[in-house]
Structures are given as C-alpha cells and as structure tokens.
C-alpha cells in the first residue's frame, strides 16, 4: 500500500535551516507530482510546495517562495524540502502527500503522511 | 488569489441526523473542488473530489455539491467517527497553488 514517511523535523532557532525528506514506498514515485502542507498547531491547511515528475517544476506558496526549495529523488524514493530564514509563523506540522491524478489533472491529494513537526523558536 | 471561506466554523449534530457544510470561493473555480476530513490527531483524508465524486473507499453518506463559487459537503446521517474537522479546497488556479478553506468542525450533539 501507498506509504509516506516524512522525517527531519525538530526545533531550529529563528533564521535558522532545516532539511525535512519524506520516503516512499507502494508506488512508482516517478509516476506522480508531489506536494507539501503544512498545519501550523490548531490550525488549518496550508499548501506549501508542489513539484512535477522529474524534479524540474516547482511551485511555491507567496508566503514560502525564496525561502524553502522543493526538491526529488525518484531513485532513492523521496522528496525534500529544504527550509530556509525560517520564522515563527513557520511552526507547523509538515505534511508530504501525494495527489490524485485523473486523466494526468490534479483532484486533490489522496495520500498523506503522518507529518514531521518543525519548531521555530529561539 | 482565490479564497475559500467555509461555514458553520462549528456544527453540532445528532448521531443519525443529517449534516450540511458549506464552502464559497471567492470566484468560480468550476467544479475544481476537493473536500477533506481531519480526525484529531491524524492527517487528512481526501473525501470528495470534482466537487462531487467520492474518493476510493468513501461510504456513501458524504456527497458533495455545487459548482462556480457555491459548494456544499452533506453527510446523510451522521455517525460518531464522522467527529472531525471538514476542509475545502480549490484546484482550479494554480499556480500559485491549491487553496484550502478555513475548516468547519463537526460535533456529536
């Protein structure tokens, strides 16, 4: 069955970086975009990131751009995202989730992982 | 940038009675929507997508509704595992990115 793994997750200071990945197994990443979103603490859904087949488009939300890059491994089965000039309105449960894809459009995301907490806090 | 707002923010509802949600977005957004639903403590569930079609798995007492900027989740008769938090979201502009809604909770009476 389709699982998603994220890890890398921790407190890290103000401006501070952290590396989040997220594994793959039970299908042929290569086949699929990916996306991150992210839940700060009871709060709700933020899309964060979202990056094509083979790692050579990606986008960003406004609140996120120049600050975390998106990024795959389809051999090693995982995506990243690279966090970066991180801030408190950054703390957040991050989620990695794979979409739905119906005739190659996006309908919404059907798989998730269980998410990896970052913690920006001085 | 589209927005999605979501109403009630809370809904109480007896196990058996019927529960409506509601989610407009700030244009049409075609029937570009998705819904989800988030138990306490686990990630979300995609529930409906195309605005009306049931993902894999999804019994049959959550429907969805709606095109243009009016969209509607209902579950037919509420049950107790169905306690959770519903989001929106739209699909249909993107880049920049998929938009979700603010959430509507959903209680046991």
């Known amino acids: 069955q389709v699982q998603l793994v994220e890890s890398g997750g921790g407190l890290v200071k103000p401006g501070g970086s952290l590396r989040l990945s997220c594994a793959a197994s039970?299908?042929?990443?290569?086949?699929?975009?990916m996306g991150w979103i992210r839940q700060a603490p009871g709060k709700g859904l933020d899309w964060v990131a979202y990056?094509?087949?083979?790692?050579?488009?990606?986008y960003y939300a406004d609140s996120v751009k120049g600050r975390f890059t998106v990024s795959r491994d389809n051999r090693k089965k995982s995506l990243y995202l690279q966090l970066n000039r991180l801030t408190a309105e950054d703390t957040a449960v991050y989620y990695c989730?794979?979409?739905?894809?119906?005739?190659?459009?996006?309908?919404?995301?059907?798989?998730w992982g269980r998410g990896t907490l970052v913690t920006v806090s001085s | 940038e589209i927005l999605m707002t979501q109403s009630p923010a809370t809904l109480s509802v007896s196990p058996g009675e019927r529960a409506t949600l509601s989610c407009r977005a700030s244009?049409?957004?075609?029937?570009?929507v998705a819904w989800y639903q988030q138990k306490p403590g686990q990630p979300p569930r995609l529930l409906i997508y195309?605005?009306?079609t049931r993902a894999t798995g999804i019994p049959a007492r959550f429907s969805g509704s709606g095109s243009g900027t009016e969209f509607t989740l209902t579950i037919s008769s509420l049950q107790s595992e169905d306690l959770a938090v519903y989001y929106c979201?739209?699909?249909?502009?993107?880049?920049?990115?998929?938009?979700f809604g603010p959430g509507t909770k959903v209680d046991i009476k």
């Open positions: 244009q049409s957004v075609s029937s570009n």
């Open positions: 195309g605005a009306s």
């Open positions: 039970g299908f042929i990443l290569s086949d699929h975009y």
């Open positions: 989730a794979r979409p739905l894809a119906i005739s190659g459009y996006y309908c919404g995301f059907d798989s």
């Open positions: 979201q739209q699909y249909n502009v993107w880049p920049p990115g998929f938009t």
């Open positions: 990056i094509n087949h083979g790692g050579s488009t990606t």
